[in-house]
């Protein structure tokens, strides 16, 4: 009796551990298929984990996979639809719409031109309501800099883009208690270069 009661209470203490630590362990991994420049590693915690893991990490992970891992465009693709399907059904705070517009965003380079002006009025509505949710947040103002970094010029786009981006890093200077998530620092840092230099 005493052997069960102390397995629970250690079974329900993991798991609390595992979900406050959620996020350092996603990027640890990812870390890791950084270095060795494939997968591998991030897909095992992803197996290993799938069943702790919400929709938004697994989608998260995807995101990653497809940005910044995979090399050949039709894995590009396949990730970045995987998240997007995710996300689609599951979405209902703002951080699942600031991931979905992420995605969404990435994703436009992969949509004919015959289907651009609807997948760009999706993102624009989810980028609405993650606002709507968060008016404040952090990631937000990061993936609306990148919406208008790539947006071309001869429909307005870059005019916000360095506004957008160093909002997006004042905010994440002072993050709000109730949100503990800190992904999007570092690329908005890195995105922000990319856009000066580029100008």
């Known amino acids: 009796m005493k052997k069960s009661i102390l397995f629970g209470i250690l079974l329900c203490c993991s798991a609390v551990s595992f979900s406050q630590n959620i996020e350092d362990k996603v990027e640890a991994a990812l870390q ?40 050949v465009e039709s894995e590009k693709k396949e990730y970045i639809e995987e998240a997007i399907k995710l996300l689609e059904h599951s979405a209902k705070d703002a951080e699942d719409y600031i991931l979905l517009a ?10 004919p031109n015959s289907e651009i002006y609807n997948k760009v009025t999706q993102l624009i509505s989810t980028l609405q309501k993650a606002e709507k949710l968060d008016p404040e947040n952090a990631r937000l103002y990061l993936v609306k800099a990148i919406q208008d970094m790539y947006t071309p010029a001869k429909y307005g786009g870059g005019k916000n883009a360095e506004l957008y981006f160093n909002l997006s890093l004042s905010l994440f200077e002072n993050p709000p208690a109730h949100n503990k998530l800190k992904w999007g620092k570092e690329d908005a840092r890195i995105m922000l270069g990319i856009f000066r230099n580029g100008r």
């Open 102 to 111: 992420l995605a969404q965003n990435y994703a436009l380079q992969f949509v």
């Open 32 to 71: 890791k298929s950084y270095d060795s420049n494939n997968a591998a590693a991030v897909e095992t915690f992803l197996y290993d984990n799938a069943s702790e893991l919400s929709d938004y990490w697994k989608a998260y992970i995807k995101y990653r996979e497809a940005s910044k891992i995979a090399k």
